[in-house]
Every structure is written in structure tokens, then in C-alpha cells.
């Protein structure tokens, strides 16, 4: 960290954080000593100091932005943190400022999901810095990419707070812990690598069961995964308004007359996808970026992003007047340098990580290097241009990250279009149906923008053509209306739902972790929202299919091939559980088991007389705005118009004719 900058935070904190460590962290080990003799009283001061160095450095690093807009120069983030809103599907919000510790310590178990760049990490940044000033615990910010099966998240906490000369007492750690007043941060659940998934969230789960009289913040983006915390509170971010898109590039430019000519021209032409950029913090920082860089403003994502990396690598050194460029130590030019990353990019995509120590990073750099015939390069010298001349790479501590998620997913996005044509449809394919394709979804919708015409002939007919099938072979032996087979067949494209019932008094934790593995198979965590009779009742289960994630990233292009109705539903729990009392599915299921809803006719889910209610019951099980269905008035028709443009690329003479 620059050295004056991170003085004067310290001269601030200091006194902020003896407070913190004298008020939750002194009694307790005060207590412990009078119970464990002498010993732990020796070993008192020297404890208490560890803390308290750990406290001020965690809170110096907290209190700066690396950001990417200003070459990965530090800044306070209190110079540039707009205050950002959380949202509960139930509306309740609440406002990030500097008093949001005191929220987190009342709730105790807050999920804060959202996208890329609508700003999870600066939100714990800012809630690790209101409790030490607030006085509402001992923050612990814990980076879960950092996690594996060979490090787990107590070996993590430790690791902070190890000195050079002395490893830290685990033992008198995690009685600390288990008193209390802690509020642990994790952030980046999703960048855990899928390898060791399962074992790190069984992991974090223990860890907060037995830890539970503190509290938690897990940060991420969406993921079926986090199902695995029913009991937090979940909350979106609200998207940025304009008039704090403006007050946040104003922040950029100092207030000065660039950020200004900016939003004139922004004013000047406003449409869909320059206000895509302004309701994100990330991509309005580096729309300030790109502007500042080249003048005019850029309407497609993925150009937006190439003009981001061409502001990297043309940037004029300001210390040193507006004439001089920085020479890449690598020597290389920009569409090498493109190239080498693209590659880098995939090669981070398929391997679900972003951070690396410096020999795996070297090697990476090598293999791209390989890939791209680029034989003069030196991997070392690439490295130092990709943290100085181009800095899309940003050193934390001994790790060696992209300075963003998503400049990573652009180049990954760039790699399949250029560099893997010949495979380019099976990789798009493997993406999309992938399990875990939330992980993928801003890779798609950045190959979205850059190849739209290939991304429908591949990914667009692939979904018309699973739904065609789906709609054309489910449901058909059953006596039912055409209204509710179309209904169910809408409910089940996107979801897999189970159900079970009982007569027996349970909870959630019973019922989701008794779903047997074969129903389980490679699914995420089952989910629950589904409301019940005391003494027992019936209870609806869902995983969200693949094909749910890839229909919300179409509507959310405004694709006409998807509809999001809202689903209207009793609030009232005492109509539920008059549907569930009446319902002739409670009586004529078999007990105790769990059965996948198909369309199979002998289940009584699929009795013509229970067949609505379990349409209603499904329903009952998600949220209004959870819900995504094929237009089928479109479908038949952009099928065609796909088909139409394949038959014509088909004919033997189509590009040669007329050469």
C-alpha cells in the first residue's frame, strides 16, 4: 500500500480499533484467564496486540479501493462510495452508509446476492468499517475463493492472524469465537472453486452452526448453491439511480469538466444500453474510463470493454505530462497482448478461479504464451506489464488477482469467439447446460453482445428445440385440460420440483436433508418456501434447471423469445393452508417418500381432480418474480427465421458466388 496513505488511515483507526479490542475481545480473554491459571494470563498482552495489529491492517486495507478506473491507485473509498441499497423480496430495505453495522448485528445472518459489479465486495468493504466504528464487534473479512478442501475456513481466520514470530493459539481463538460479538464477512461464495464446493460450504455451514453467537454476511452472485443458507435473509442490490451515476463519475473526475462533457453526452443520446452501464458501479466506473481514454461513448458491452483495455494499454503516465506512454516491459503489441489474455481468460473460466500465487500465474503466462505462437515474450516481463503498463492484474499480499471478475469473463468471452471456432458451438452448449452455469452467465451474455448471430443459431435454437420436445412429449396420456397441461409444462421446463408428504410434525432442515441421493444426483441444494400444516402437510421442493438461469440472462436482453409473468398467489397463510386441507393430494400420496413431479399418470399429483391444485401447490413453492416461460408465439417463428439463415449459409456457392 502506499506508505503516506496508509499512515494517515492508521492515525485515524488507531484509536478506533484499541476501543473495539478493549470492548470485545479484553473481558473475554480476562474471563478465560481467571479459569485457566497463569499461563493464558503470560500469554494475555501479547494475544490482545495480536489482535489489535490484525484489526488495524484488516481496517487500512479496507478503507482503500484499488480501482481499476485509476490504474489500480489506491483512493479512500469514502471519497468514492456512493451509498448503495439493499433490497428483500419482500421490499424491506436498507441503505449501506456508515451506520449499516448496526442493521447487520440486530438480523445476524444476511445473503447479499447480485451480479457482476453492482458492488458485493465494496458493501462488505463498507460494513467491515462501520462495525469497528460503530462499535458492533470484531469484523473478520474472509475471501472464500481462498478455501479449498486442503484450507478451511477457521485455517483461514488463523492465517490472519499469525505473526512472523508466533503461530496464534487456535485453542483461545475459537473460545473467542464462541463467546461471541464477532461479525464474520464472506465474500466471493461463488468464486470457490467447484472442485471443492460441497466440502468448503459443509465446511462454513459447521462453522456458523457452532459459532452462531455472532454474526454473518455472505456475498455473492447468484448460485442455486445458496440454497444451503435458508436461514439468512436474502437481498439484491438495488440498481444505481442516475442521478447517483452521475454523483459517482462526478466523484471520478474530482469534479471537473470531464466528468461533466461525460454525462452531457450521456444526456444527449440516453438509451437501453448506455442505462445497462449507468444501474452498475462497475460499469459506470469504467465507462469514466473508456471516455476519458477515447471520447465518444461505446453502446455494445463487449466494445465497451475493448475500449477499457485499450485506455489500459495506450494510458499516458499523468506524473509525467499528457505526452508519455509507458513502454510494455514484455515489448509486445496490443493485439498480442489481447491475445495472451483472451487465453488467460479461458483458461480462468474453465478452472472456476481468478487468483493465483506467483509460480501458477507464471505457468498460466506460459501456456498462453504456447497457445498464441507468441514465441519472443517473456512470461515474468508479461506479468510486471500486467501489474504496472496494463494493470488488469492487481497484487493481495501473495496472491496475484484480475483486477475484476468480469475483465476476466470478457476476454473468456472473446477467446470462444476468436480463438475456438472449430469448437465454438460445443463449448457454448457445454456452458449453457452446464450445472453450474450461474457461474457462466456473464461469459454468455458478453459472447450475447459480441456474436449475437451465433449465440442464436447455437444456444437460441438449441432452447426452442428442448421446449418443442418437452411440450410435445410430456403430459400427453393425462386427461386434463389444455390450459393446465400448458401450465405445468411451463412450471416444469425451468424447474425440477419434488414432493413430499407427511403426517408428521417436521422442519426444513429434516425435510431438504433427507432427499435421497439418487433424486439428489449432481442438482444444488434442493429449496424450500413452501407454507405448511402444523402436524404435517405437504411440502414442495424445487431446483432450478439450466435452462431457468438462461432464460432470465434472454429476458434481461429483452429477447422476445421470453415472458416473465408475475405469478399472483394468496399472501394469506390461511388460504394456503385451505388449499393444502382440501387438497386430495394430502390423502392420496404415499407417506414419507419423496417423488419427482412428472407426468407420470398414476401418481395422484396427476389425478384429473388433484392435477390444479398441484399446479397451485408448485406455485405456492417460489417467489411471484421467479418465474420465466417460452413465448410459444414466438418461438415457431425465430426457429424458422434460424433455420432460414442456416439453409442459406448451407449452399455450397454462398460465399463464393459472384467472387
Known amino acids: 500500500m502506499e506508505g503516506l496513505l496508509f499512515q494517515q488511515i492508521g492515525a485515524f483507526a488507531l484509536p478506533l480499533v484499541t476501543k473495539a479490542v478493549e470492548k470485545f475481545i479484553e473481558p473475554k480473554i480476562k474471563t478465560l484467564s481467571e479459569m485457566t ?74 445473503l447479499i446476492t447480485d451480479t457482476a459489479g453492482m458492488g458485493k465486495s465494496t458493501i462488505m468493504k463498507k460494513i467491515f468499517l462501520s462495525t469497528v466504528e460503530m462499535e458492533n464487534g470484531i469484523p473478520v473479512m474472509v475471501e472464500l475463493r481462498r478455501l479449498g478442501k486442503d484450507k478451511l475456513i477457521l485455517d483461514e481466520i488463523l492465517e490472519q492472524l499469525n505473526t512472523v514470530k508466533k503461530p496464534t493459539n487456535k485453542a483461545l481463538v475459537l473460545e473467542l469465537i464462541e463467546k461471541g460479538d464477532f461479525v464474520f464477512l464472506l465474500d466471493g461464495y461463488d468464486e470457490i472453486s467447484l472442485r471443492d464446493k460441497a466440502i468448503v460450504t459443509k465446511n462454513i455451514q459447521d462453522f456458523i452452526s457452532k459459532a452462531n453467537n455472532n454474526c454473518f454476511v455472505i456475498a455473492s452472485r447468484p448460485e442455486g448453491a445458496l440454497a444451503s443458507f435458508g436461514d439468512f435473509l436474502k437481498y439484491t442490490i438495488l440498481p444505481l439511480r442516475k442521478e447517483q451515476s452521475y454523483e459517482l463519475l462526478r466523484k471520478y473526475n474530482d469534479y471537473g469538466e470531464l466528468a461533466e462533457r461525460l454525462i452531457a453526452k450521456i444526456k444527449e443520446r440516453e438509451n437501453d444500453s448506455i442505462d445497462e452501464f449507468l444501474i452498475n458501479p462497475l460499469l ?68 472456476s478461479r481468478i487468483e493465483f500465487n506467483k509460480d501458477e500465474l507464471l505457468n498460466i503466462i506460459s501456456e498462453a504464451k504456447t497457445f498464441s505462437a507468441i514465441s519472443h515474450v517473456q512470461p515474468n516481463l508479461f506479468l510486471k ?121 417436521v422442519d426444513h432442515t429434516s425435510v431438504k436433508s433427507g432427499v435421497p441421493s439418487k433424486l439428489r444426483g449432481d442438482k444444488k441444494e434442493f429449496i424450500i418456501r413452501q407454507n405448511v400444516l402444523k402436524g404435517g402437510g405437504i411440502w414442495i421442493l424445487y431446483v432450478h434447471h439450466y435452462r431457468h438461469w438462461l432464460m432470465s440472462m434472454l429476458y434481461g436482453k429483452g429477447h422476445p423469445l421470453v415472458l416473465h409473468p408475475y405469478i399472483k398467489k394468496s399472501a394469506s397463510p390461511t388460504e394456503n393452508e385451505k388449499l393444502m386441507c382440501r387438497s386430495r393430494i394430502r390423502y ?35 417467489y411471484s418474480n421467479e418465474h420465466y416461460r417460452i413465448n410459444i408465439s414466438e418461438a415457431d417463428k425465430i426457429l424458422k427465421e434460424i433455420q432460414d439463415e442456416i439453409s442459406l449459409e448451407d449452399k455450397t456457392n454462398f460465399l463464393l458466388d459472384g467472387l
Open 284 to 351: 459506470t466506473s469504467l465507462l469514466y474510463n473508456a471516455f476519458e481514454h477515447k471520447q465518444t461513448i461505446p453502446f455494445k458491452k463487449h466494445i465497451f470493454y475493448r475500449q477499457v483495455f485499450d485506455a489500459f494499454f495506450d494510458t499516458h503516465d499523468i506524473s509525467k505530462g499528457d505526452s508519455y506512454v509507458r513502454d510494455k516491459i514484455s515489448e509486445i503489441d496490443s493485439d498480442d497482448f489481447h491475445k495472451m489474455l483472451r487465453y488467460m481468460g479461458f483458461y480462468c473460466m474453465k478452472r
Open 385 to 505: 506489464d500486467l501489474l504496472i503498463s496494463v494493470p488488469l492484474f492487481v497484487l493481495d499480499g501473495i496472491y496475484f488477482k484480475w483486477a475484476h471478475r468480469s475483465i476476466q469473463e470478457y476476454f473468456a468471452a472473446q477467446f470462444i469467439y476468436i480463438d475456438a471456432k472449430s469448437q465454438q458451438k460445443e463449448i457454448l452448449l457445454k456452458l449453457v447446460q452446464n450445472p453450474a452455469i450461474e457461474k457462466h452467465l456473464n461469459v454468455l451474455d458478453l459472447y450475447y453482445s459480441i456474436d449475437f448471430k451465433s449465440f442464436r443459431k447455437i444456444v437460441v435454437k438449441s432452447l426452442i428445440e428442448e421446449y418443442l420436445f418437452f411440450s410435445s412429449s410430456q403430459y400427453r396420456d393425462n386427461v386434463i385440460a389444455d390450459e393446465l397441461r400448458t401450465e405445468r409444462i411451463h412450471l416444469c421446463f425451468e424447474k425440477e420440483f419434488l414432493i413430499f408428504v407427511t403426517d408428521n410434525a
Open 37 to 110: 491459571g497463569e499461563k493464558l494470563q503470560i500469554a494475555k498482552h501479547v494475544f490482545v496486540n495480536t489482535f489489535e495489529k490484525t484489526l488495524l491492517y484488516s481496517y487500512k486495507k479496507h478503507s482503500v479501493l484499488n480501482t481499476i478506473v485509476f490504474n489500480n491507485q489506491q483512493k479512500l473509498l469514502k471519497d468514492l462510495y456512493i451509498p448503495l441499497t439493499i433490497k428483500t423480496s419482500s421490499t424491506i430495505e436498507e441503505t449501506i452508509d456508515d451506520r449499516c453495522s448496526a442493521y447487520i448485528k440486530r438480523v445476524k445472518k444476511v
Open 588 to 622: 392420496d400420496m404415499p407417506k414419507d417418500i419423496y417423488f419427482p413431479i412428472n407426468d407420470k399418470k398414476e401418481m395422484p399429483f396427476n389425478f384429473p381432480d388433484n392435477f390444479d391444485d398441484t399446479n397451485k401447490l408448485i406455485k405456492l413453492a417460489f
